[in-house]
Each structure stands twice: as C-alpha cells, then as structure tokens.
C-alpha cells in the first residue's frame, strides 16, 4: 500500500497536523508513505516510521511548486492520497481514495480540530506526535546532560509582534530558578535555562543568552536539527515560549508547555494537550491586531501589557498541576 500525504509549509502547523499522519500510519502498519511538505517543516520527519520519500516542496511563483510536486508524483498509482494543504494534486494523480482538508472558517476551533476533519477524525482528534531515533536521543543527551532539572524557554517568533520582551523573559526564567529563602516563585530553584530558537533568530535570543551564567546555560539557538530539539525538549522540566513552532514542538514532546499569546488566537493555536496552558496579554486580540502598519517588520512587540508575574504565576500553576508529587 501506498500513501501520499501532502502537508503543511510551517513548522508549527506540521506539528499540528502530524497527529493526522501519525493515524494513518497506525491504521496502516503496512504502507508506505510519501511526504511533501516545506523545507522549514521537512526535518521533522527524519525519524518517521514508514517513511519511503520526503518530497520538499519550495514554492515558485505562479504556483508553479505544485507542477513539479505532480510531476514527481503523478507516474505512480496510489492507494490513498491526503492532503492538508487543499492543493489539486489528489484530484489529478491515480489514486483509489482521497482525503483533502476542508476549508474552514471557524475562527474559535483549534487547528488539531481543523486538520482532523481530513480523516473525518473531529470528535476525537488524534494528537501531535514527534518522531526521533536513537542518534537524535543521544546527541540530546550530550547537549543537556544529566544534572539539576531545565527551564526551557523559546523567546523567538516568526514575527516580532508575537516576541515577548527579552529583558522579560530574563526576570521571568531567574525568578523560576532563583535560590534562596526570599525566591517564593522558584518552583525549579537552581535548575539549568535551555535556550531554544532557529539560526535566523539569534539577535533576539543573545541578550538572554549573554545573561544566563555559564554553569546554567544550554545554548540550543540555531545549530541543533528538529528532531534533536524534540529529543532535548524530552529531557527538560517545563517549556515557557512564545506562540510559535518551538511551542508546538515542546507541547507535542510532552513537556509541560506554557504559550505566551497576543496578536493571534489562543483558541486556534493555543498548545494542544493535557500538560499544556496558555495566557494572554491584557491588550485584547482586537485591539492588538488594529494597529497600523501591524506586519511591518520594524513593528516591534505587541506583548508589553503581559507582565511577568502572570507569566511565573501561570508556570508555577502548570508545573504544579502536572507534578503530581508538589
């Protein structure tokens, strides 16, 4: 058996799709499949079961990436083709079923939701689901060895109005692993700060690096692969980060994993899972979304009215929910 599955672009929505495509795969032990996806998302399927081609979809103008992706694909008969992005390419290749996302307007359902509706799978959604191998569990385990316990934290975006301040972000990480009798906030006292974020986005995470001492300080910003950011995720106590992929990425680990949002909708991209929370800038989304010129890239944060203290005191209040022993 032979399946394509056609995905998203970015690295968040592949996470949120990837409890789809993990369904498919334990529904058919026996198929192979075949991924087209985004060059930013298509190292998040190194380790995947089943894996018999990784097609890297780089968009063209005019569409023309879907002509080359239907020439790659369409000289073979498939038994099944689904596809999250709505492309063409499942009505024009052989194939005895289909599968294809519908469009969806629902602003308030959660994009796990919405991708399950390819599979008709909505009242039970299937979760994200992160692959690694046994090389990427070991290179996590050079990088954070065993030691005191890790705050993780992702202080990167793919845009800058969704970045909570750095200097934030700081307070914020010293206040949960501070020492000492005065730290009431530190629910992870004396633990290690694992930095996490892309190699584009190293200005915004070198203030928080360059303050972190040595000692506690695992640099993860930008040379470290998808599957490996997985398996350290795996290996740390709690994740606070901005609305992005990285979020996505600690959610689906299973680590604990707190989303700071603003200017996007919590109710469609909040963490999805059990050990996951959100909150939220006092500024509403409404308001936050009406400013000029929002997609300018000079625009700056849109996250000042989150204070730190509703950051720590949402932190402790995960951690202390999903550790059953405090």
């Given at each position: ?18 409890g ?28 995947m079961?089943?894996?018999e ?6 968009k063209l ?11 790659q694909?369409s000289?073979l ?19 005895g079923?289909?599968?294809?996302a519908?469009s969806s ?5 959660h994009?796990?939701?919405?991708f ?7 009242e039970?959604p ?56 005065t730290?009431s906030?530190?629910?992870l006292?004396?633990a ?6 892309a ?10 690096l ?12 930008g040379h ?16 606070v ?8 990425m600690?959610?689906?680990s299973g ?8 200017p996007s909708?919590?109710?469609r991209?909040?963490?999805?899972g ?7 800038t ?29 950051v720590?005191?949402?932190a ?11």
């Open positions: 058996m032979r399946i394509l599955f056609i995905g998203p672009s970015r690295i968040g929505d592949t996470v949120l799709a990837s789809v495509l993990n369904h498919l795969i334990a529904t058919y032990p026996d198929a192979q499949f075949t991924v087209a996806c985004g060059a930013a998302a298509a190292p998040l399927y190194e380790a079961p089943q894996l081609r990784l097609i890297v979809i780089n103008p005019r569409g023309r990436h879907w002509w080359r992706l239907w020439k694909v000289g008969r498939w038994s099944l083709v689904v596809d999250v992005r709505r492309s063409l390419i499942p009505w024009t290749v052989l194939t079923r289909r599968a294809v519908p307007s629902r602003r308030d359902e994009a796990v939701i919405a399950a509706r390819t599979l008709d799978l909505a039970l299937p979760s994200p689901e992160l692959w690694t191998n046994a090389a990427h569990d070991a290179e996590a385990h050079k990088l954070i060895p065993p030691g005191p316990p890790v705050l993780a934290i992702g202080p990167t975006a793919n845009w800058p109005g969704k970045i909570w301040p750095a200097d934030r972000f700081l307070e914020a990480a010293n206040r949960i692993t501070a020492t000492g009798e730290s906030d530190a629910f006292a004396g290690r700060v694992a930095v996490f974020g190699a584009g986005e190293r200005d915004i995470a070198q203030p928080i360059d303050a972190i001492p040595e000692e506690r300080r695992i640099d993860l910003v470290v692969g998808l599957p490996t950011v997985t398996a350290c995720m795996r290996r740390c106590a709690i994740y980060g901005n609305d992005s992929g990285l979020m996505h600690a959610a689906a680590l604990p994993a707190l989303g700071l949002f603003g909708r919590p109710e991209y909040a963490p999805w059990l050990q996951t929370a959100w909150v939220t006092q500024k509403s989304y409404e308001e936050l979304i009406g400013v000029p010129n929002l997609y300018d890239p000079n625009i700056g944060s849109l996250m000042e009215s989150l204070s730190v203290d509703e720590v005191a949402a402790s209040g995960l951690w202390r929910r999903t550790n059953k022993s405090m």
